[in-house]
């Protein structure tokens, strides 16, 4: 699928400043991707479908993840997660697309998870890194990945947790353990 005909069918699913969001995402993923040496085409369609879900009824989504993704911890984590693996299924499904690399790169989103994959991270970076992006310490996020991305997504998940802890929200466990996993393969890094 033609980048241009991909953005003409999220657009409608989006505001005006989520359509943005998106192609900021966009130019920021292909750009890591140059970098880092990930396949382009997949990197530039998982980032425009990458938030599809995001206005997606609350209430649709938590059926499709009861009834038909059978994820029952995620519900109980707040709304905010859903959007991740609801919008895997639709652009699935509604949109056609079935590259499990670019599915799982948007059903991890938000939360990464173990093992993440190069696509996975470079999603998940450009998701907090794109210009239009303005929460503190997102700078030396940028910083870091110019040449490490591991160190770019830890930081990022750091910042994220530390964000949730201070508002006394739920950390989803899967979180946690992306943390984990990043943190380990550092470890036998050295
Ligand atoms: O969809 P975006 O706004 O572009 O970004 P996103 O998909 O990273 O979603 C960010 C939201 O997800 C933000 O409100 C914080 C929330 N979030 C991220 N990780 C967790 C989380 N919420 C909970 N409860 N637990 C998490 O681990
Ligand atoms: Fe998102
Ligand atoms: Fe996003």
């Known amino acids: 699928m033609e980048r241009n005909e991909a953005l003409e069918i999220v657009k409608p699913h989006l505001t005006k400043h989520r359509y943005e969001h998106t192609l900021g995402v966009m130019e920021t993923a292909i750009r890591l991707a140059e970098r880092f040496g990930a396949d382009k085409k997949k990197t530039e369609l998982a980032a425009i479908f990458h938030d599809y879900a995001k206005f997606r009824d609350k209430e649709e989504m938590r059926l499709l993840v009861q009834n038909v993704l059978s994820d029952r911890l995620i519900l109980e984590y707040g709304t905010e997660l859903l959007h991740a693996p609801c919008g895997a299924y639709y652009v699935e499904h509604e949109v056609g697309i079935n590259d499990s690399e670019i599915l799982d790169a948007i059903r991890f989103h938000t939360t990464g998870r173990p093992g993440m994959t190069l696509l996975d991270k470079i999603i998940f970076l450009a998701d907090y890194i794109e210009p239009g992006r303005t929460f503190p310490g997102v700078e030396h996020v940028r910083e870091l990945a110019e040449n490490d991305l ?13 964000f949730l802890m201070k508002r006394r929200q739920l950390i989803f466990p899967e979180t946690v353990a992306t943390f984990n996993s990043l943190v380990k393969d550092k470890k036998r890094e050295k």
């Open 150 to 162: 591991d160190a770019a997504v830890v930081q990022a998940i750091e910042n994220t947790i530390a």
